[in-house]
């Protein structure tokens, strides 16, 4: 099984900011402030881009997820 752009599978349940490499999160005086460390915005956990670059973990995930429909898939 090959997983060459998990965004493109199963990706939608696990697609924003928050499981992508490059979000940040530092508490501040004001609260907790919510940033891309790539980008240099601003962001929340919930909004979602082009730009996302899932996590280790979200990739295992997806990839299981495709792994399970091949085999069901496969009955
Ligand atoms: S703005 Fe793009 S690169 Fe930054 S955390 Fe969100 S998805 Fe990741």
Request: aromatic residues 10%.
């Amino acid at each position: 099984m090959t997983l060459d752009d998990p965004s493109q599978a199963h990706s939608e349940r696990y697609h924003c900011c928050a499981t992508c490499v490059h979000y940040c999160a530092k508490r501040t005086d004001a609260g907790v402030h919510t940033y891309c460390s790539r980008l240099g915005y601003d962001t929340r956990p919930n909004w979602k881009f082009h730009c996302w670059t899932p996590k280790e973990h979200i990739i295992q995930r997806l990839k299981a997820k495709q792994f399970s429909n091949d085999v069901t898939s496969e009955k």
